[in-house]
């Protein structure tokens, strides 16, 4: 707790976990996506051995409890954690470069916030390049601290049908 409000931050559980994997002495990654990458479940090479992108993914999972920052990345990478590509590995290692630079973020909480509830929400239309399914997201503030989040992808994909209105006569 500072003066000003409270903090909650994973920073010693991503520094054992950077630690774990010795990427310690590599460079930050300024986002944790490249906005040019387009994963699909059909790029490239398939990894030899996933356990250890499954590991990590699930690592990252976890930190995105104090990290609404990396949510919608973890969200997207865990979607080809049956059978990562070499590129999904790749994309991993930049989440935990972009974790390695933002190492003290995390939720704050301010004691003078006021008590006002307020949540937004936003989608994409077909935004899925392998099942062209619609995302949807929301988030929550209890007055200026980000309490919840969530992304989740549609279950179903639902089409226009293209259908001409028919004039029904009524017959005496």
Known sequence: MSSGGYSLSQ???ASNLLAHLGITNSA???TPLDPNVRLTSFNGVSLEDASLNRR?????IYL?????DIAY?????????VVPRIIHFITVLRILRYVK????????????S????SGYSDANWAGSLIDRRSTLGY?????????SCQSKKQSIVSQSLNITPRLMLCQN
């Open 101 to 112: 630079g933002t190492l003290r973020h995390g939720l704050q909480f301010s004691l003078r």
């Open 73 to 81: 990345v973890v969200h997207i990478i865990n979607q080809f954690m």
């Open 56 to 60: 990590l993914v699930c690592s990252l």
């Open 28 to 30: 930050i990654a300024p």
């Open 114 to 117: 006021s008590l006002v509830l």
């Open 139 to 147: 988030c929550f503030y209890l007055g200026d601290s980000f309490i």
């Open 64 to 68: 995105t409890v104090t990290r609404p």
């Open 11 to 13: 920073a010693k559980y």
